[in-house]
C-alpha cells in the first residue's frame, strides 16, 4: 500500500516562494504517475500539475505555469513542488496524489492521496 505524506507548507508573503514535499512509503514511487491538486476556501479541487513516471514530462495548469514546477527524486521516493511569484490565489490546501495505471499522466482516478498541508499566501 502506497502512503503519502506532504510537508512544506506555510504562511508566505505574495511574491515569495514555498517548496512543498511528497514522500511515498509502502512502493516504489517509479511505478507512479504524480499529479498535484490544490482546492481553495469555498471553491472546487483544481489539478495543478501532472508528472509521468519518470519525470521526463510534466504538465501544468494555466494558472500556475511559469510560477510552479514539479519534479521528482524516485531514488529517494520524494516528489517536489517548488512554488515561486506566490499569489493570494494560490492560498489552499494542496495535496500531492498517484496513480499506478494508465499510459499517461492525467488528473483523474487518482488512487492515492496525502492529506494535504494548507499554503497560505498573505501579508
Known amino acids: 500500500q502506497l502512503q503519502l505524506v506532504e510537508s512544506g507548507g506555510g504562511l508566505v508573503q505574495p511574491g515569495g516562494s514555498l517548496r512543498l514535499s511528497c514522500a511515498a512509503s509502502g512502493l516504489p514511487l517509479s511505478g507512479y504517475f504524480i499529479a498535484w491538486f490544490r482546492q481553495a476556501p469555498g471553491k472546487e479541487r483544481e489539478g495543478v500539475s501532472c508528472?509521468?513516471?519518470?519525470?521526463?514530462?510534466?504538465t501544468y495548469a494555466e494558472s500556475v505555469k511559469g510560477r510552479f514546477t514539479a519534479t521528482r527524486d524516485n531514488a529517494k521516493n520524494t516528489v517536489y513542488l517548488q512554488m515561486n511569484s506566490l499569489k493570494a490565489e494560490d492560498t489552499a490546501v494542496y495535496y500531492c496524489?498517484?496513480?499506478?495505471?494508465?499510459?499517461?499522466?492525467?488528473?483523474?482516478?487518482?488512487?492515492?492521496w496525502g492529506k494535504g498541508p494548507l499554503v497560505t499566501v498573505s501579508s
Open positions: 508528472l509521468s513516471k519518470s519525470g521526463s514530462t510534466t
Open positions: 496524489t498517484a496513480r499506478a495505471t494508465g499510459s499517461a499522466c492525467s488528473f483523474y482516478n487518482m488512487g492515492y
